[in-house]
């Protein structure tokens, strides 16, 4: 069977609480490629210990197996799965109350197959056709009572694979959120960036529960020969590789011209800056210069109070009238005033996190203006510029940790005598 080389990008986000329930394995067999997704929130009791040891358990059975026949080797790595899932779960608080979900895809040359207990879902994407493995998920896990099925769904797509194809394997919390546009980001992206989107995509509209989006890339259906496609993409122009967060990696050097017109550019700006500098030394000096006898007395210089109140100056001096602005009053959000009546600075931050995630995709900038003001209503209080950096160490929330960084001087500036 002929060998297919394949680029694999991976995404795994916590649950807004910080908790992990998913796992993950990939592993190449001869001229296959096995892709393993668990996810141990199947039961009552979610686990990240079932996730991980379904997937464990499944790839070290497929590993050892020596039956001709896949489709038994499958069944016969998601029973060996479901017996460890019971015994690791024995002892803990998930014991009787856990399952995991597992998802196994095999990729090769003659085209993609699966099989699965419980949720996951794989799609096939060639170009602008979307095409899914499964309609919906699945209703059991592993590890649950010993009468429960553990026979996988075994399903397969039959077509031979070509450069450019796409697998999107996805956890079943990933779905619902990016059912609507899967061709759409799953598409055009390397694949690490594609799923870093997509993850990041789900969690914004509003997904809390631990999120887990694969995206394989059929790179190549025969040995290449020369550099590694990663190091070939950097080495070219055009396309370049992109790292998870979206920066562009390997820019081509600067040319020589380039330092020449920096410098070119340098010493303009510092020779503005000397006329700028002498112009006003010149100014100082003249306007401090005794005028000689019979020489008129120059105008006197204005008189400018900055950071000063007009009612705080001598009005016999200077003149000042007092500036009097009306602000028009703004109705706050409720939600925004309520997300700030915490006990605590973590239960404030989480209740903010929650309240960005769930309005954001659809009100964008806007509940940031909205929770601002609900912040200054409520007058500098510990407890929220505590929440507020904490919402800074979110890794996921990029573009609420931007908002806080500009958020924070504001509210000490405004609240100085």
Same mark, same amino acid.
């Given at each position: 069977?002929?060998?297919?080389?394949?680029?694999?990008?991976?995404?795994?986000?916590?649950?807004? =609480?910080?908790?992990?329930?998913?796992?993950?394995? =990939? #592993?190449?067999?001869?001229?296959?490629?096995?892709? @393993?997704?668990?996810? +141990?929130?199947?039961?009552?009791?979610?686990?990240? /210990?079932?996730?991980?040891?379904?997937?464990? $358990?499944?790839? #070290?059975?497929? &590993?050892?197996?020596?039956?001709?026949? !896949?489709?038994?080797?499958?069944?016969?790595? !998601?029973?060996?799965?479901?017996?460890?899932?019971?015994?690791?779960l024995i002892g803990t608080a998930a014991e009787g109350k856990g399952q995991a979900a597992l998802l196994v895809v095999v990729?090769?040359? $003659?085209?993609?197959?699966? $099989?699965?207990?419980?949720?996951?879902?794989? =799609? /096939?994407?060639?170009?602008?056709?979307? %095409?899914?493995? =499964?309609?919906?998920?699945?209703?059991? +896990?592993?590890?649950?009572?010993?009468?429960?099925?553990?026979?996988?769904?075994?399903?397969?797509?039959?077509?031979? /694979?070509?450069?450019? %194809? &796409?697998?999107? *394997?996805?956890?079943?919390?990933?779905?619902?959120?990016? $059912?609507?546009?899967?061709?759409?980001?799953?598409?055009?992206?390397?694949?690490?960036?594609? #799923?870093?989107?997509?993850?990041?995509?789900?969690?914004?509209?509003?997904?809390? %529960?631990?999120?887990?989006?694969?995206?394989?890339?059929?790179?190549?259906?025969?040995?290449?020969?020369?550099?590694?496609?990663?190091?070939?993409? @950097?080495?070219?122009?055009?396309?370049?590789?992109?790292?998870?967060?979206?920066?562009?990696?390997?820019?081509?050097?600067?040319?020589?011209?380039?330092?020449?017109?920096?410098?070119?550019?340098?010493?303009?700006?510092? !020779?503005?800056?000397?006329?700028?500098? +002498?112009?006003?030394?010149?100014? *100082?000096?003249?306007?401090?210069?005794?005028?000689?006898?019979?020489?008129?007395?120059?105008?006197?210089?204005?008189?400018?109070?900055?950071?000063?109140?007009?009612?705080?100056?001598?009005?016999?001096?200077?003149?000042?009238? &007092?500036?009097?602005?009306?602000?028009?009053?703004?109705?706050? %959000?409720?939600?925004?005033?309520?997300?700030?009546?915490?006990?605590?600075?973590?239960?404030?931050?989480?209740?903010?996190?929650?309240?960005?995630?769930?309005? !954001?995709?659809?009100? +964008?900038?806007?509940?940031?203006?909205?929770?601002?003001?609900?912040?200054?209503?409520?007058?500098?209080d510990p407890k929220v510029i505590e929440a507020l950096l904490e919402l800074v160490r979110e890794p996921e929330?990029?573009?609420?940790?931007?908002?806080?960084?500009?958020?924070?001087?504001?509210?000490?500036?405004?609240?100085?005598?």
């Open positions: 069977m002929e060998e297919l080389e394949i680029t694999l990008g991976q995404r795994a986000l916590t649950s807004v =609480y910080g908790e992990q329930t998913t796992a993950s394995a =990939y #592993a190449g067999l001869g001229s296959r490629h096995l892709l @393993i997704l668990a996810d +141990g929130a199947a039961g009552e009791v979610p686990s990240r /210990l079932a996730a991980q040891t379904a997937c464990a $358990a499944a790839l #070290a059975r497929i &590993r050892a197996s020596v039956l001709p026949d !896949f489709s038994a080797t499958l069944e016969e790595a !998601f029973g060996e799965a479901n017996a460890a899932v019971r015994r690791v990729i090769d040359a $003659a085209g993609v197959a699966a $099989a699965r207990v419980g949720g996951g879902r794989v =799609y /096939l994407l060639r170009g602008e056709r979307l %095409d899914p493995l =499964y309609r919906g998920a699945g209703p059991e +896990g592993l590890g649950g009572p010993a009468t429960a099925r553990t026979e996988p769904e075994i399903v397969a797509a039959g077509e031979a /694979l070509g450069t450019g %194809d &796409r697998i999107l *394997v996805l956890s079943e919390s990933a779905v619902r959120p990016l $059912a609507a546009d899967l061709e759409r980001l799953g598409s055009g992206a390397p694949p690490q960036l594609a #799923a870093s989107r997509m993850a990041d995509a789900a969690r914004r509209r509003g997904q809390l %529960d631990p999120i887990s989006v694969h995206v394989v890339e059929i790179a190549g259906d025969a040995p290449r020969m020369g550099p590694h496609p990663a190091i070939a993409r @950097i080495e070219r122009g055009k396309p370049r590789t992109f790292d998870p967060e979206g920066r562009l990696l390997g820019r081509s050097a600067p040319s020589a011209a380039v330092p020449a017109k920096k410098a070119e550019a340098g010493l303009v700006a510092w !020779f503005l800056l000397a006329l700028l500098c +002498g112009a006003g030394v010149a100014l *100082v000096v003249d306007a401090t210069r005794v005028p000689s006898r019979g020489e008129p007395a120059p105008e006197p210089l204005p008189v400018v109070i900055v950071g000063l109140d007009a009612r705080d100056a001598d009005e016999g001096e200077v003149g000042a009238e &007092r500036d009097v602005r009306e602000v028009e009053a703004v109705a706050l %959000d409720p939600e925004a005033v309520a997300a700030l009546q915490g006990e605590s600075a973590r239960q404030l931050a989480r209740d903010l996190k929650n309240l960005i995630t769930r309005r !954001f995709p659809d009100e +964008g900038e806007a509940v940031f203006e909205k929770i601002e003001a609900a912040i200054v209503a409520h007058g500098r929330l990029k573009r609420t940790a931007r908002w806080v960084q500009e958020l924070l001087p504001r509210l000490y500036v405004a609240d100085e005598p």
